[in-house]
């Protein structure tokens, strides 16, 4: 079993509606949960980060964590064709060695104009 | 702000070249530093990361090795490549939580 596991896709939504990507993780020392974008043939840029389960919002971006169901996920709202990318999830347990990071293989998402 | 730079951003190398990849990070002081490669249409694999200056650890046995000569630079290296060595070079910096990537390197090993 991976650390982090995404459904790789690719995943296709019409142009305006909401997408969802989901990340399950089976280190439950794990206290700090990343969303990162990567557009083809670029490095991945950090979205969203969230560090308490709940509901984070951040314009058409909200993850939400649920710590207890060791589940992550990241949802689109009016999805756009330019939030065609990978999404990648990470997360992070605090005391490991500097701060490592553990990735998902990723999902692709394709919004369909 | 903080500001990552690798450089080169692409390039072509022979079999059993050798190789060298740089990183700098502007804007902040002893940050970590990590390593990745991305194979085509794969995830991330954490090859090196370094807590300090000349603190290197390495998370995959291979030919790559990795040094850090100032608490701002990071350079990863190879003695001779193998075609393997293809990929997308990622270096990473992070403070206490968010990890930043730089811009990439695409090495290509013919």
């Known amino acids: 079993q991976k650390e982090v596991e995404q459904n790789s896709g690719p995943l296709s939504v019409p142009e305006g509606a909401i997408a969802s990507l989901n990340c399950t993780y089976s280190d439950r020392g794990s206290q700090s949960f990343f969303w990162y974008r990567q557009y083809s043939g670029k490095s991945p840029e950090l979205i969203m980060f969230i560090y308490s389960n709940g509901d984070k919002e951040d314009g058409r971006f909200t993850a939400q964590l649920n710590k207890a169901s060791q589940y992550v996920s990241l949802l689109i709202r009016d999805s756009q064709p330019s939030d065609s990318a990978t999404y990648l999830c990470a997360v992070k347990a605090e005391n490991t060695n500097a701060g490592k990071s553990t990735f998902g293989d990723g999902t692709t998402l394709t919004v369909k104009p | 702000s903080q500001t990552i730079h690798q450089w080169p951003a692409t390039l072509v190398q022979p079999v059993g070249s050798p190789l060298s990849l740089e990183c700098t990070v502007e804007?902040?002081?002893?940050?970590?530093l990590y390593w990745y490669r991305q194979a085509a249409g794969r995830g991330l694999q954490l090859l090196f990361y370094?807590?300090?200056?000349?603190?290197i650890s390495s998370e995959v046995p291979q030919n790559l090795s990795a040094s850090r000569p100032q608490d701002r630079q990071f350079i990863l290296s190879s003695k001779k490549l193998l075609l393997s060595d293809s990929g997308f070079y990622l270096c990473?910096?992070?403070?206490?939580?968010?990890?930043?990537f730089g811009p990439g390197t695409r090495l290509t090993v013919l």
């Open positions: 370094s807590i300090g200056i000349d603190q």
């Open positions: 804007g902040t002081s002893n940050p970590n």
């Open positions: 990473a910096w992070s403070g206490r939580r968010e990890q930043f």
